[in-house]
């Protein structure tokens, strides 16, 4: 054993700390011995340097006399960089309105870890897939813990368990362990004819506005379809959102939007705005009881089975959320407490609405923008004997491969989830020398990572063939993450890609869409998701087909 002085590259040597090292060490359990020290992440960068020099070898560190300093991935420590700010307001003029665009901007002059101020909140953001994948993982460095600044901080809500509450607690582990069968694979398929039915239900109003000769607004429409199917499968309910052309949307789907709007706009103020008597954070207030109360009416009204039944044997005979979490009963006998239903449920269909509806118009959009989508993915249903009375099951979505690559090519350029954040545990160093102090928020940027030059072949071109590229399938970890990554990702992904894998057969295979406004699209920067506001499309009714391919 020798007692060596270790300080960090960067730092005055002052602050080195004395480590003893047994004299048997192998070279990687020095790294990891020094990086335990300094609170180093990954302790594969970790290098070591004497008077200027390079210590390449073991033995160099070993015989070094004096203070070495500890390089990460070959630089010195630093603080993230960001643009300096203003008094008072920060960055905000720097990121909004055009947040998207902005954060581009900053990546590409400050590099893949950034940090930003916005009205007294601090916020870290990276495009990088490896960092992401850090702060995704739930570990000693990284959670998600919910805290002011925190992007969902004014509406956290311990009792839902999952997507509002922090992970350190009882309800997250009790509402993870029953929740996600019910949106597993296997459940899943025996919605898909839940699913169909919503989308031929809807045909009625689509096939109205092409008698009218009628554009209509994408998002609109595709909020009230995602919404009515979630409904549906999660609470059970009849939204009557096809009704009619001007069917008016459910409050339920009102308030829950309504709030997100909230948020953001709450966010975007700073985490003092929060918790002010009036306005937004007043309005949000009512809004959450106006929902609850709706809720438990819900449930009240949902139709329901009788017995009790094993988690994955309720999945799958279960015919909605509230059916199922009413039902299921883990090994030993456990079943949801009754009290712990609401707001988890309240939370699955929002999670799943306003996601769902906004890539269902990303789905559109890609229809009506880029040349050639439209023919090409009806080609593959009319070569896959599809027709209009034929039914969309995963047996059949799973010969789609077009229709997966489309999806796949519209989920990373046109991601609607920007902003999952996760919250350091303690003071550390990150790869590439950053240092983030304790309890600091930070967002792996999802589109940004889908659009990150170094990562993506030309990423501001949409080219679904390049998921059959080898470039593509051996993409870095963590490269495309439409659903996040880590315990904390979206645990409703099988359904919302079963959901657009029928719909979207079921429209192209009906109606032809064509682009009915001249406007650049835009999104709203005040919405919780990415979403098209102004694009316009007109359906019409198709009455020919193409034949089979050769
Ligand atoms: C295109 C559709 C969807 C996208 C892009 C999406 C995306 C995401 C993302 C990025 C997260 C992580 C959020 C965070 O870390 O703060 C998440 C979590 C979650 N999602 Fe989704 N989601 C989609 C559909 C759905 C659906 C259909 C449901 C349910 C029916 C759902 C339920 C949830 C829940 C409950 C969580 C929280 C999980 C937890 O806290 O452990 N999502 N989703």
Redesign the pocket.
């Known amino acids: 054993m020798s007692t060596k002085t270790f300080y960090l590259l960067g730092e005055d040597v002052s602050t080195a700390r004395e480590i003893d090292v047994p004299a048997t060490i192998g070279e990687d359990e020095l790294r990891q011995l020094v990086a335990s020290y300094f609170a180093i992440v990954d302790s594969k960068g970790v290098g070591f340097v004497r008077d200027d020099a390079a210590l390449v070898s073991l033995a160099d560190v070993l015989e070094a006399e004096g203070p070495i300093a500890v390089s990460i991935d070959g630089k010195a420590v630093r603080e993230v960089p960001g643009p300096k700010g203003l008094p008072y307001i920060g960055n905000y003029f720097e990121v909004y309105p055009d947040h998207l665009g902005n954060h581009q901007r900053l990546f590409e002059r400050y590099g893949p870890f950034i940090k930003t101020c916005n009205m007294g909140s601090t916020i870290y953001h990276t495009n990088d897939p490896a960092l992401s994948q850090i702060v ?1 993982s739930e570990s000693e460095f990284f959670t ?1 813990n919910i805290i002011p600044g925190h ?2 901080h004014p509406i956290k809500n311990k009792e839902s ?5 922090d ?1 350190d607690t009882e309800e ?1 582990r009790l ?2 362990k029953f ?1 996600p069968p019910a ?1 597993g694979p296997k459940a899943v398929r025996h919605y898909a004819p839940t699913m169909q039915k919503t989308i031929e239900d809807a045909y009625k109003v689509f096939d109205e506005l092409d008698d009218r000769d009628e554009a209509w607004n994408v998002y609109p429409y595709m909020l009230k379809l995602g919404s009515q199917a ?1 409904g549906k ?2 609470l059970g309910m009849d939204f009557g959102h096809f009704n009619a052309v001007d069917a008016p949307l459910h409050a339920m789907v009102m308030r829950i939007a309504q709030s997100l709007e909230l948020n953001k706009k709450i966010t975007s103020m700073g985490s003092w705005y929060a918790s002010m008597p009036f306005g937004a954070p007043a309005q949000l207030k009512a809004a959450r009881t106006h929902i609850e109360a709706m809720l438990n009416q819900a449930i009240e009204e949902a139709s329901k089975g009788v017995e009790d039944l094993e988690l994955q044997e309720a999945a799958v005979k279960a015919e909605n ?1 509230v059916d199922y979490v009413l039902r299921a009963t883990d090994s030993k006998g456990n079943k949801l407490p009754i009290e712990k239903i609401r707001e ?1 449920l309240v ?3 929002g ?3 306003t ?2 509806s ?2 269902l118009s990303w789905l559109m959009y890609g229809l009506v923008a880029y040349p050639g989508m439209q023919e090409r993915l009806l080609q593959e249903l009319i070569d896959n004997d599809v027709d209009e009375n034929t039914a969309i099951t995963p047996e059949l979505t799973q010969k789609l491969t077009f229709l997966d690559s489309y999806i796949k090519e519209t ?1 990373r350029k046109h ?3 920007y ?4 919250t350091s545990k303690v003071d550390m160093i990150l790869p590439g020398g950053y240092k983030l102090p304790k309890d600091s928020i930070v967002i792996p940027a ?1 589109h940004h990572i889908h659009n990150n030059p170094a990562i993506w072949d030309n990423p501001a071109h949409f080219d679904p063939d390049r998921w059959s590229t080898e470039a593509v399938k051996n993409r870095p970890t963590a490269s495309y ?4 990554t880590g ?7 099988n ?3 079963q ?2 894998k029928v719909f979207l057969p079921k429209l192209i295979y009906r109606y032809r869409f064509s682009k009915a406004s001249e406007a650049t699209v835009d999104y709203d920067p005040m919405f919780q ?1 990415i979403r098209p506001t102004n694009l316009y499309v007109r359906a019409e009714k198709r009455v020919k087909w193409p034949p089979r391919s050769e």
Do not use: D, Y
Request: glycine letters at 8%.
């Open positions: 995704f998600k992007p969902l368990g999952v997507f509002l509450g992970t997250w509402t993870h929740l949106l979630v499968l999660v959320m988890p939370v699955a269909t999670a799943g609405f996601t769902t906004s890539l989920q991601n609607p989830s902003q999952p954040a996760r999802i993450i439409p659903f996040a315990p904390r990702m979206c645990i409703g992904f359904f919302a890609l959901e657009v998701l």
